[in-house]
């Protein structure tokens, strides 16, 4: 019975959550404009509220998941062989309660970092 009733009560809550998601569906858009603008849609991948930015080598996504550090952004890097080899990638996660001007610069902040890195 519990697990009944909590399961309705996270239906009905996310029922209710219309606003959030169109909010997280624009700043996500945002998000991924920035970065396939920057990088090309082959090495950013995802299409909801997580985006992957492929770095390639395992080297080259530690480095940037450490420049990334460096500059209070944390996002971490996915490696081989949990991806396959030579795609490992930066995840980013967006959430509702983020605004649309901090996804902004955000998107900046990593297109510069990740520039300089990769």
């Known amino acids: 019975p519990i697990c009944a009733i909590w399961t309705r009560?996270?239906?009905?809550?996310?029922?209710?959550?219309?606003?959030?998601?169109?909010?997280?569906?624009?700043?996500?858009?945002?998000?991924?404009?920035?970065?396939?603008?920057?990088?090309?849609?082959?090495?950013?991948?995802?299409?909801?509220?997580?985006?992957?930015?492929v770095a390639g080598?395992?080297?080259?996504?530690?480095?940037?998941?450490?420049?990334?550090?460096?500059?209070?952004?944390w996002a971490p890097a996915i490696r081989y062989p949990t991806v396959p080899k030579n795609t490992a990638r930066i995840r980013f996660s967006l959430n509702a309660d983020m605004t649309y001007e901090s996804v902004s610069e955000i998107s900046e902040r990593i297109v510069k970092i990740a520039s300089a890195v990769l």
């Open 9 to 53: 009560f996270v239906i009905g809550k996310a029922l209710g959550m219309r606003e959030e998601r169109t909010h997280l569906e624009r700043i996500s858009g945002k998000f991924f404009g920035d970065l396939r603008g920057a990088f090309g849609s082959e090495r950013v991948l995802g299409g909801s509220q997580i985006c992957a930015l």
């Open 57 to 73: 080598s395992n080297e080259s996504v530690s480095k940037l998941s450490s420049a990334l550090a460096r500059e209070k952004i």
